[in-house]
Each structure stands twice: as C-alpha cells, then as structure tokens.
T-cell receptor, first 115, second 112 residues
Framework: DAGVIQSPRHEVTEMGQEVTLRCKPI?????LFWYRQTMMRGLELLIY????????DSGMPEDRFSAKMPNASFSTLKIQPSEPRDSAVYFC?????????????FGEGSWLTVV | QQPVQSPQAVILREGEDAVINCSSS?????VHWYRQKHGEAPVFLMI?????EQKGHEKISASFNEKKQQSSLYLTASQLSYSGTYFC?????????????FGKGTHLIIQP
C-alpha cells in the first residue's frame, strides 16, 4: 500500500493567507486524524473522523481552522486566515477501527511556515 | 491531559541500555509507543493494552502497569538506528474518544 499521502510537503505563506493541507488515507482505513506538532506543545490531536464523519474537533485551536472529509479517500485541513503561530508540522494519520488496539499510520507531514 | 514522559533526553553509547517512562494521571486503556526521526513521521513500535502485558520488538520491549498508570519502554544493547524521539500515546479508560494523547517525547541519542 502507498501509505498515508499528504500534500504539500512544505509550504511557506504570508500571514493572512489561506492554507489548505490535503491528505489521502490508506485505502480501507475508516479513521482519519489530523495532528499538529510543535516544539513547545509536541503532538496535538486536532480532529478526527470516523467513516468521513467528524467525531471530535475539540483540539481545533480556533475558528480559523476547519477540516473536511468529503469521501473516504480525501481530507483537507484549512487555515483561514493563517498566522505566524500556526507554523508547525501537520500530520495526517489513519487507522482501521481507531486506536483501540490498532496501529495508526502517519503521513510524512506538511511543514507549514507562516511569515 | 498529556501523559508525562521521562527522561526528556538520553545520551548513550552504542550497546548500552535505556528505559523511557510514560505516566498518566488518568486510568489508561492502552499505551502506544512511536519513534520519530528528525524530519520524518512517527513510526509505530507497539501497543500495550491494560492487563499488565509486556511486549517486545527485537531488542525493544515495553511494559504496562495498569495500577500505576504507567508504561516503560526498554531498549537493550542500543544500536545507532535507535536514535530519535520516542513518544508514548495514551488512550484513557472510559474516555469514549478514539484519539491518542501524546507525551512531549524523549530524545534518544546513540553515540558510536
């Protein structure tokens, strides 16, 4: 299998611009997760989906962040407007039947820099 | 609530052993261990479910003490390839959520 695929791998944008990060989960996986990683806070769960339905978005920092999963093979994380403090690595991950004893597979990450 | 990992960093010589601890203030259902190399994605190592089981993967093993709400990762006869940041991810009992909460990580440096 190709693994979890994320794009773009690197993005540099100016403050105030809209940023869209994309993710294709592993085929057949029914859970999709978006994580953010920074030096200060480590790996934080932003939101996760089960069968394309958002289950818990309590980790989304504020209304500037939104995530969608229109179908089983695609998800987006959008930041509008972006701010310098949003600079981080954003990981998408997927798993079969969630975390309860199952492995989660991470994508390579999207490195976002907001200047 | 984020699990607490200790130590924050370890420097070892090749062949030495290391122990990384992960503690939680809440009852745990499972603990998941990952390793991340710089600039790469976290890679799954193992899962431990409540019941006090111990698992192993080559020379890396882990234990889960449900009563103490903690897990330990043991690296024996460390190799250069073990260098990286180790994260524990916890799933809480009765939490109802499927998302892992990760600790801040333990940086492991193996020197030749």
């Amino acid at each position: 299998d190709a693994g979890v695929i994320q794009s773009p791998r690197h993005e540099v944008t100016e403050m105030g611009q809209e940023v869209t990060l994309r993710c294709k989960p592993i085929s057949g996986h029914d859970y999709l997760f978006w994580y953010r990683q920074t030096m200060m806070r480590g790996l934080e769960l932003l939101i996760y989906f089960n069968n394309n339905v958002p289950i818990d978005d309590s980790g989304m920092p504020e209304d500037r962040f939104s995530a969608k999963m229109p179908n089983a093979s695609f998800s987006t994380l959008k930041i509008q407007p972006s701010e310098p403090r949003d600079s981080a690595v954003y990981f998408c991950a997927s798993s079969l039947r969630g975390f309860s004893g199952n492995t989660i597979y991470f994508g390579e990450g999207s490195w976002l820099t907001v200047v | 609530q984020q699990p607490v990992q200790s130590p924050q960093a370890v420097i070892l010589r090749e062949g030495e052993d290391a122990v990384i601890n992960c503690s939680s203030s809440k009852a745990l259902y499972s603990v998941h261990w990952y390793r991340q190399k710089h600039g790469e994605a976290p890679v799954f190592l193992m899962i431990l479910l409540k019941g006090g089981e111990q698992k192993g993967h080559e020379k890396i093993s882990a234990s889960f003490n449900e009563k103490k709400q903690q897990s330990s990762l043991y690296l024996t006869a460390s190799q250069l390839s073990y260098s990286g940041t180790y994260f524990c991810g916890t799933l809480y009992s009765g939490g109802g959520a499927d998302g892992l909460t990760f600790g801040k990580g333990t940086h492991l440096i193996i020197q030749p």
